[in-house]
């Protein structure tokens, strides 16, 4: 799992993940979303394009509902966009739409986003 940003604007930053979204090749105790862009990104609106995942483990989930509590302890708002079929199979599953914050398309996010709070 490797993030990239993709932009970064006044209001809205925009990251993406590649790779399988699960835990083991990361680092313990470190945050690659963090290293990537620094604290002040969870008090920030950001979308997330899954696009490019086609995997999501036990791990993964608990890494991005890890992301949602820091994002929602900051203030900021993580909205969860484009995950493949078998990626939105498994968050059907276990319910996760109740529960991240997850739009079928980078428009849907945009308009998820721009409606919250800041």
């Known amino acids: 799992m490797q993030f990239a ?7 809205l ?11 083991h090749d990361l680092v313990p105790g470190k945050d690659p979303v963090e290293e990537l ?8 609106r950001t979308l997330l394009d899954l696009g490019h995942t086609s995997y999501i483990d036990s ?3 608990s890494f ?7 994002f929602q302890q900051a203030g ?6 484009s995950a493949p079929p078998t990626v939105m199979q498994v968050f059907k599953l276990l319910r996760m ?3 991240l914050n997850i739009a079928t398309d980078e428009a ?11």
């Open 5 to 11: 940003l993709v932009s970064h604007a006044d209001e």
């Open 108 to 118: 849907e996010a945009r308009r998820f986003a721009e409606e919250a709070p800041a």
């Open 97 to 99: 739409p109740q529960v």
């Open 64 to 70: 991005l509902l890890g992301q949602h509590r820091k």
């Open 76 to 81: 900021g708002r993580l909205v969860l966009h």
């Open 13 to 23: 930053t925009c990251i993406r993940c590649e790779g399988d979204v699960t835990q």
């Open 37 to 44: 862009l620094g604290p002040i990104i969870f008090k920030r």
């Open 59 to 61: 791990s993964g989930i």
